[in-house]
C-alpha cells in the first residue's frame, strides 16, 4: 500500500476520532444572554494588574534588606508571589469568560469573519501558552513582568475583537428594525 | 457452513428490509417533509438495491457492463447523499447567518482539496478516477460532517438528536467506506465478496441508527432550536454589551498607559 492510501486511511480514522470528540456535551452550557449583561458588568481583573506588577517589583520590598529584615522580605515576596499566582488564575476565566462572549456574539451576528475568528483561536492558545509560561516564572521565582505586559495585551485585543463584533451586531439590528418599520415596504411588492 | 455468497444475500436481505422500515419511519414521522434531501436520498438507496438485484439476474449482460451500471448507481446513490448532507448542514447551521457564512465557505474548502487529493492518486487512469473519485467524495462527505459538528460545538450551536444521529450514519458510513475500500483496493478481486459483506455491514449500523432517532423523534425538537433571543432583547443586549466592551476597552488602555508609566 502506497504513502498516499496510508494516509487516506489514517485521515478516515482520524475523522472518526475527531467525530466523536465533536459529539461530547460541551464542558459548560452557553450562558443565557442575561448573565452575559452580569459577567460585563462585573469588575475586569485586568484593572488590577498595575497593581499586582508593582507588588511583584523587587524595589518594592528591597528596603527590607537595607533594614536587616531578609527573611521578612522573603516570606512578604513568596506571599506576593501566590497572590500573582490567584490573580493569573483569574485573569485566565476573564479570559474565558471573554471568549464565551465572543462566541456567543458570533452565533448572533450576521457576519463572522473567518480571520477573525482565526485570530481568536490564536489568541486563545497563545494566552494558554502565556499564562502556563507565567505560572512557572512566578513558581521559579523569576521576573514576569514581560508575560504580563503580554497577556493585558492580549486581553485587550479579544475586547478590541468583541466590540468591532457588537458593532456589527448593533449595525445589523439597526438596519433590521429600519426595514422591518411601517411605510419601509417596497411599493411593487404583495 | 454457511456460504460468503448466502451470507451476502441475507445481508442485502436485512438492508432492504431495513431500507424500508426507515422509509415508514420518515414518511409516519413527517419527516420526509423535514429533510426532503435525505428521504430522497433512501429512496434512491432503495432504486438501487431494486436495481443491482435486477441487473445481477440478467445473465445475458456482460460483466464489464454489469460492472459499469453498478457502478453508476453507487454515484447516484453517492450524489443523493451528498445532497442530503448539505441540507443536514443548512439545517443545523443556516440560522446563525455569520457562522453559516463562514463554515459553508470552510465546506467548500475542505471537500475540494479531500476530492483534489483522492483524484490526484488516480494519475490519470480513468477506472481508478472513478473509483477514486467516489472515495474521494465519500472522504469529502465525512470531513464536512466532522467540520460541521465541530463548528457547532465550538459555537454551541444545538444539534438536536436525529440530526445527530443523521451526521453519525453519515460520518460513519463515508469513513468506513473510505478504510475499507483503501484497504482491500489492492486485493479487491479476490476479496470482493468479504469487501462487499463489510460494505454492507457499515450500511446496516448506519441504517440501525438512524431508524433508532427516527423512532424516537419529536416534532418539539424542531421547535425547540428556535433561537433562545427576541429582537427585541437581541437589539437591547447589543447596545449594552458595546457600551459595556467601550467601557472595558478604555480601562484597559489606561491600565496599559499606567503600566508604562510605572516601568
Known amino acids: 500500500?502506497?504513502?498516499?492510501?496510508?494516509?487516506?486511511?489514517?485521515?478516515?480514522?482520524?475523522?472518526?476520532?475527531?467525530?466523536?470528540?465533536?459529539?461530547?456535551?460541551?464542558?459548560?452550557?452557553?450562558?443565557?444572554?442575561?448573565?452575559?449583561?452580569?459577567?460585563?458588568?462585573?469588575?475586569?481583573?485586568?484593572?488590577?494588574?498595575?497593581?499586582?506588577?508593582?507588588?511583584?517589583?523587587?524595589?518594592?520590598?528591597?528596603?527590607?534588606?537595607?533594614?536587616?529584615?531578609?527573611?521578612?522580605?522573603?516570606?512578604?515576596?513568596?506571599?506576593r508571589r501566590r497572590i500573582a499566582l490567584n490573580y493569573l488564575d483569574q485573569l485566565q476565566e476573564e479570559f474565558e469568560e471573554l471568549l464565551e462572549i465572543s462566541r456567543m456574539?458570533?452565533?448572533?451576528?450576521?457576519?463572522?469573519?473567518?480571520?477573525?475568528?482565526?485570530?481568536?483561536?490564536?489568541?486563545?492558545?497563545?494566552?494558554?501558552?502565556?499564562?502556563?509560561?507565567?505560572?512557572?516564572?512566578?513558581?521559579?521565582?523569576?521576573?514576569?513582568?514581560?508575560?504580563?505586559?503580554?497577556?493585558?495585551?492580549?486581553?485587550?485585543?479579544?475586547?478590541?475583537?468583541?466590540?468591532?463584533?457588537?458593532?456589527?451586531?448593533?449595525?445589523?439590528?439597526?438596519?433590521?428594525?429600519?426595514?422591518?418599520?411601517?411605510?419601509?415596504?417596497?411599493?411593487?411588492?404583495? | 457452513m454457511v456460504e460468503p455468497l448466502q451470507l451476502q444475500a441475507a445481508a442485502w436481505a436485512l438492508t432492504t428490509t431495513l431500507e424500508l422500515a426507515l422509509f415508514v419511519q420518515l414518511v409516519r414521522g413527517k419527516l420526509a417533509r423535514i429533510y426532503p434531501l435525505f428521504f430522497s436520498y433512501?429512496?434512491?438507496?432503495?432504486?438501487?438495491?431494486?436495481?443491482?438485484?435486477?441487473?445481477?439476474?440478467?445473465?445475458?449482460?456482460d460483466k464489464l457492463t454489469v460492472w459499469k451500471i453498478a457502478w453508476a448507481t453507487q454515484g447516484v446513490a453517492v450524489l443523493m447523499r451528498s445532497l442530503a448532507l448539505a441540507e443536514l448542514n443548512r439545517r443545523v447551521l443556516s440560522r446563525y447567518v455569520g457562522i453559516w457564512a463562514l463554515a459553508s465557505r470552510l465546506f467548500f474548502f475542505v471537500a475540494a482539496a479531500v476530492i483534489a487529493y483522492d483524484l490526484a492518486l488516480s494519475r490519470g487512469k480513468w477506472q481508478w478516477l472513478i473509483l477514486n473519485g467516489i472515495r474521494g467524495l465519500e472522504l469529502a462527505m465525512a470531513a464536512v460532517i466532522v467540520t460541521m459538528l465541530i463548528f457547532a460545538h465550538y459555537y454551541r450551536v444545538p444539534v438536536n438528536h436525529l440530526q445527530r444521529a443523521l451526521a453519525v450514519g453519515l460520518?460513519?458510513?463515508?469513513?468506513?467506506?473510505?478504510?475499507?475500500?483503501?484497504?482491500?483496493?489492492?486485493?479487491?478481486?479476490?476479496?470482493?465478496?468479504?469487501?462487499?459483506?463489510?460494505?454492507?455491514?457499515?450500511?446496516?449500523?448506519?441504517?440501525?441508527?438512524?431508524i433508532g432517532a427516527a423512532n424516537r423523534y419529536a416534532e418539539s425538537e424542531e421547535l425547540a432550536l428556535s433561537p433562545a433571543i427576541s429582537p427585541e432583547l437581541h437589539g437591547k443586549l447589543s447596545s449594552e454589551v458595546n457600551t459595556r466592551l467601550y467601557l472595558l476597552n478604555r480601562q484597559l488602555i489606561q491600565l496599559l498607559r499606567l503600566k508604562d508609566r510605572n516601568q
Open chain 2, 171 to 210: 460520518c460513519l458510513y463515508s469513513s468506513f467506506y473510505v478504510i475499507n475500500y483503501s484497504l482491500l483496493e489492492r486485493i479487491v478481486q479476490q476479496h470482493a465478496v468479504l469487501w462487499n459483506f463489510l460494505g454492507i455491514f457499515a450500511f446496516i449500523a448506519s441504517l440501525l441508527v438512524w
Open chain 1, 105 to 190: 456574539l458570533a452565533v448572533m451576528s450576521p457576519q463572522v469573519t473567518g480571520m477573525q475568528e482565526m485570530e481568536r483561536w490564536k489568541l486563545s492558545v497563545g494566552f494558554a501558552v502565556n499564562c502556563a509560561f507565567l505560572r512557572w516564572k512566578l513558581r521559579l521565582g523569576l521576573q514576569p513582568f514581560s508575560g504580563f505586559t503580554l497577556l493585558s495585551n492580549m486581553a485587550t485585543d479579544i475586547a478590541r475583537q468583541l466590540e468591532m463584533a457588537t458593532a456589527r451586531i448593533a449595525e445589523a439590528t439597526v438596519r433590521g428594525s429600519e426595514s422591518s418599520a411601517p411605510g419601509n415596504e417596497n411599493i411593487g411588492s404583495r
Open chain 2, 42 to 61: 433512501l429512496v434512491a438507496v432503495i432504486l438501487q438495491s431494486i436495481a443491482v438485484a435486477v441487473l445481477y439476474r440478467q445473465t445475458n449482460l
Open chain 1, 1 to 79: 500500500m502506497s504513502l498516499p492510501t496510508i494516509l487516506l486511511v489514517l485521515f478516515a480514522l482520524l475523522l472518526v476520532t475527531l467525530l466523536a470528540w465533536a459529539l461530547r456535551p460541551p464542558a459548560r452550557p452557553l450562558k443565557p444572554a442575561l448573565d452575559v449583561f452580569e459577567a460585563l458588568s462585573r469588575p475586569r481583573h485586568c484593572s488590577r494588574i498595575s497593581h499586582v506588577v508593582q507588588a511583584l517589583q523587587p524595589e518594592d520590598t528591597e528596603y527590607l534588606r537595607e533594614t536587616g529584615q531578609v527573611a521578612l522580605m522573603q516570606t512578604l515576596r513568596l506571599q
